[in-house]
């Protein structure tokens, strides 16, 4: 089976935001991400629950939130009663991660766990237990279009070994810098989701950048 697609709406263009969701989806793509920022987390500021609201009635999508935010807590129940289907937190962005995973399962849909590229796997093992979903930043969160980090692959390696000892069925996911080249080796690594914003929606093909992805991966 090949990755699933996660296209970045970051690098859509926002003018014709509805035409690059239908273009990625009718590619294939099965997800659709969508980076919340408050501009304190992370220097950009970005979308809010209204978005998340909007695109619910555009596509079928799965809709991955991914929270780049402070004490996301305070955000978790207006995006998930937006339409999220998926809402990932950062370990870095809370003292109280469990609390804020049970929050996002409360609501029943999929909780994510995220990690920065200097933070390690083992401090959210005590949690990997209560997420669909384990997202790995390959880049410095923030800002699209910079390179794959590839020291991040050997935590991707680590996330599946840990997958398959402990029989738990969470995706591992990878945002930032994905191209063809690097979303192999990731999914070589065991990554089984792509987040792809600069690469998909470059303003030439973004149908043929998805196909790319996937027959890469396959």
């Given at each position: 089976?090949s990755i699933?697609?996660?296209?970045?709406?970051?690098?859509?263009?926002?003018?014709?935001?509805?035409r690059?969701?239908?273009?990625v989806?009718d590619a294939?793509?099965?997800?659709?991400?969508i980076?919340?920022?408050?501009g304190?987390f992370v220097?950009s500021?970005s979308?809010?629950?209204?978005?998340?609201k909007a695109?619910?009635?555009t596509?079928k999508?799965?809709l991955?939130?991914?929270?780049?935010?402070e004490q996301?807590?305070?955000?978790?129940?207006?995006f998930?009663e937006a339409?999220?289907?998926?809402?990932?937190?950062?370990?870095?962005?809370?003292?109280?991660?469990?609390?804020?995973l049970?929050?996002?399962?409360?609501?029943?849909?999929?909780?994510?766990?995220?990690?920065n590229?200097?933070t390690?796997?083992?401090?959210?093992?005590?949690?990997?237990?209560?997420?669909g979903?384990?997202?790995?930043m390959?880049?410095?969160?923030?800002?699209?279009?910079?390179?794959f980090?590839?020291e991040?692959?050997?935590?991707i390696?680590?996330l599946?070994?840990?997958?398959?000892e402990?029989?738990?069925?969470?995706?591992?996911?990878?945002?930032g810098?994905?191209?063809?080249?690097?979303?192999?080796?990731?999914?070589?690594?065991?990554?089984?989701?792509?987040?792809?914003?600069?690469?998909?929606?470059?303003k030439v093909?973004?149908?043929?950048?998805?196909a790319?992805l996937?027959?890469?991966?396959?």
């Open positions: 089976m699933k697609v996660a296209p970045s709406i970051l690098a859509a263009d926002y003018l014709n935001l509805e690059d969701v239908a273009l989806e294939g793509a099965e997800y659709l991400h980076d919340v920022m408050d304190m220097p500021i979308y809010g629950p209204g978005w998340v695109l619910k009635q596509t999508m799965v991955d939130v991914h929270l780049m935010v996301p807590e305070r955000y978790i129940d207006a998930a339409g999220s289907d998926i809402i990932g937190v950062h370990y870095e962005a809370t003292q109280h991660l469990h609390r804020a049970q929050q996002i399962n409360n609501h029943g849909i999929k909780a994510e766990v995220v990690i590229p200097a390690p796997v083992s401090v959210i093992e005590p949690v990997l237990h209560m997420v979903q384990v997202l790995v390959t880049v410095n969160p923030g800002f699209g279009g910079q390179k980090l590839p991040t692959l050997e935590k390696e680590q599946a070994k840990i997958k398959a402990k029989g738990y069925t969470y995706d591992i996911e990878i945002d810098g994905a191209n063809d080249e690097t979303t192999a080796l990731a999914y070589k690594a065991g990554a089984t989701v792509a987040v792809a914003g600069s690469y998909v929606y470059d093909n973004p149908a043929a950048k998805v790319r996937k027959e890469v991966t396959k």
